[in-house]
């Protein structure tokens, strides 16, 4: 079975990095897209970043561009966030999202099939 598995969470204080990471496996068929959500408890789950894995053209929502990068290594069916100069705002759970389905980088929920556990990020200040 499809699974996706995060990891790199953390605290952290206002203005530092942390690198998460995500790696699928069980996939009977390469993915085309994986992406980075986050949500905050009685909030609605937030696109953070994509990545169309075919032609590696990505996509930010507009409150973590500059400081946000995700990447992926294909070999390792893996992708990351690179997140630099965090802000209390970026507290949330993370999670790891995959499309076999979708062509492009998209940051709707609804587009992705397969998700992880969540990895938890606290930004204090």
């Known amino acids: 079975q499809v699974q996706l598995v995060e990891s790199g969470g953390g605290s952290v204080q206002v203005g530092g990095s942390l690198t998460l990471s995500c790696t699928l496996s069980?996939?009977?068929?390469?993915?085309?897209?994986m992406a980075w959500f986050r949500q905050v408890p009685g909030q609605q789950r937030e696109g953070v970043a994509s990545?169309?894995?075919?032609?590696?053209?990505?996509s930010y929502a507009a409150s973590v561009k500059g400081r946000f990068t995700i990447s992926q290594d294909n070999d390792k069916n893996s992708i990351y966030l690179q997140m630099n100069d965090l802000k209390p705002e970026d507290t949330a759970m993370y999670y790891c999202?995959?499309?076999?389905?979708?062509?492009?980088?998209?940051?709707?929920?609804?587009?992705?099939?397969?998700w992880g556990q969540g990895t938890q990020v606290i930004v204090s200040s």
């Open positions: 999202a995959a499309s076999m389905i979708i062509q492009g980088a998209s940051l709707v929920p609804r587009a992705y099939s397969f």
């Open positions: 069980g996939n009977p068929y390469p993915s085309n897209s």
């Open positions: 990545i169309y894995q075919r032609t590696g053209s990505t």
